[in-house]
């Protein structure tokens, strides 16, 4: 191939890096009779006759700072360098975002999923619970703290296979209440969830027999029971979530009961080897979980009254209204607080009196603040709200121990 270009200037034909690689231009011609011509404006065409003819015009001032691409549109060099920079030729780092997206996305699902203000309550509830069978401070050893650990693994196992199971059941209903768990919204397929609630529960029985803990494992079984009961609907004996009481009841076993004697037997007896005794801040513990998460139940209608009532469910504040049952579940939580105040007057210690009675004074005063600002028409107030008595329900682990 013959071809005459003023030697002061050159050109390349290159690719575009986003057409996937940098090649030069070439092109197979049999025939050529062709006539380089140079103007005063540097204009250069070439004519060539042959099976596949072609005419190119090309202006070229400073050619080296300049590539064309396969459409013959002129780009600068520091365009090219950056569109390789940036990473478009890689396929495999195209590949490596893509993975990461999917990977944030479900990541952040199974975070919608597991609702991460009950897992909190879970871990505070699991350090109080260890705390619960000491009886000397030498009982306070590494291996309680690493035990409590340990079991945090499998009891948030089984907070998840219960949000799982409760949100599988009410995908239809979640999509009006609750648009925004991955289930309802589709972040989560029915198939995801599914294999969420199956494996929670077998992995966290599994830990308790590797624990070698009978009644950690009882617990997990009585659990995953009273889990399923609440949101299956087999009618006439399951699906409790459907009545007001049956629904407080499983509340109050799953946030409450369930944390606290199979864990307290486990410490006490598998872990530090004592003999089971129910102490006063235990059956303290008991008495104030049963009333906060019936409260707790109450409230929890409360936002979800429209899809509820739209599918049929009689929860309380379908029956009775929202007002009624918002007074009656703020009652029960101020009652749970004058509980704790007579408790801790009659107790021995000075400073487990002052503590008690001076800290549920001032959570109780929070409490009825916070109450009267709550909207019952918006639902935004309400679950602010809701989410308000959760942390204090996390405080109240600190301050059982004071009730000796």
Known sequence: MLLQINPRSSFSLKYHPLQHAVKTFQTRVKHINGLANKSESKKYSVRCSSESSFFLTNKIGHSEDLVINRNHKLLSKSTVALAAQDGYSSESELVSTSFMQVLNKKCDAFYRLTRPYSCVSIIAALLSVSLLPLQNPADFTPKLIIEAFKCMVPAIMMNNYANAINQLADVHIDKVNKPHLPLACGDFSMGEGLAITIASPLMAVAMGIMLRSPPLVIGFIIWCIVGGAYSIDLPPLLRWKGNPLMAAVTIISMNGLLLLFPFFIHFQKIVLGNPVSFTKPVLFTAAYMVIWNAAIAFVK????????????????????????????????????????????????????????????????????????????????????????????????????????
């Open 301 to 404: 209608d409360i936002p979800d009254v429209e899809g509820d009532k739209a599918f049929g469910l009689r929860t309380l504040p379908i029956i009775i209204g929202k007002e009624k049952v918002f007074s009656i579940a703020v009652n029960m939580m101020l009652m749970a607080y004058g509980g704790a105040v007579l408790v801790g007057a009659f107790s021995p210690s000075v400073l487990c009196k002052l503590v008690t009675m001076i800290g549920h004074s001032a959570l109780a005063f929070v409490l009825w603040r916070q109450a009267k600002t709550i909207d019952l028409s918006h639902n935004k107030s309400v679950q602010s709200f809701y989410l308000f008595i959760w942390k204090l329900y996390y405080v109240e682990f600190l301050f059982v121990h004071f009730l000796r």
